[in-house]
């Protein structure tokens, strides 16, 4: 059974470390320092472990129930976790080097990242409102 308080606990620290990151990017000066690099970086490898996790786990059981409507919601998340992961790649891509930010524009790149991190906090609640309930019933089903 998957411990739904730990999922709680990082889909918060997730959303912790991005307000700070988000914090901490208003001034120029302080996207160029080391202990920002590896909040950056920290967070970026949460997302992708917490995103995974959630694939793996959640998906692969709610894609072999067997009412339509969990497999549908199974697809319709796959598709947000695919998109937002395309996402947080352009952003990567655009804005670090070798594990350490490249900012040429930083009015541009504070944006970006207000853009992606709402995004991102959007799709948490969405997860916590609608995907959790969903697991959390399919595993109560096996149960009884």
């Not at 129930?65 to 697809?75: F, G, H, P, T, Y």
């Not at 976790?81 to 655009?94: F, G």
């Not at 350490?100 to 009015?107: A, N, S, T, V, Y």
């Amino acid at each position: 059974m998957t411990n739904f308080a730990e999922m709680y606990n990082r889909n918060h620290e997730i959303a912790e470390h991005s307000k700070i990151i988000l914090y901490l990017i208003e001034d120029r000066s302080i996207c160029d320092t080391d202990v920002s690099n590896d909040l950056f970086f920290g967070l970026l490898e949460k997302i992708k472990f917490q995103m995974d996790f959630e694939e793996h786990y959640f998906f692969k059981k709610m894609l072999t129930d067997s009412r339509s409507e969990v497999k549908v919601a199974a697809n319709n998340f796959l598709s947000n976790s695919a998109e937002i992961k395309r996402v947080l790649k352009q952003y990567t891509k655009r804005w670090t080097h070798k594990n350490h930010l490249r900012i040429k524009d930083h009015q541009k790149f504070k944006q970006e990242s207000y853009d992606v991190f709402e995004m991102l906090e959007n799709y948490i609640i969405k997860k916590t409102e609608k995907l959790y309930p969903i697991v959390r019933q399919i595993e109560q089903d096996k149960v009884t």
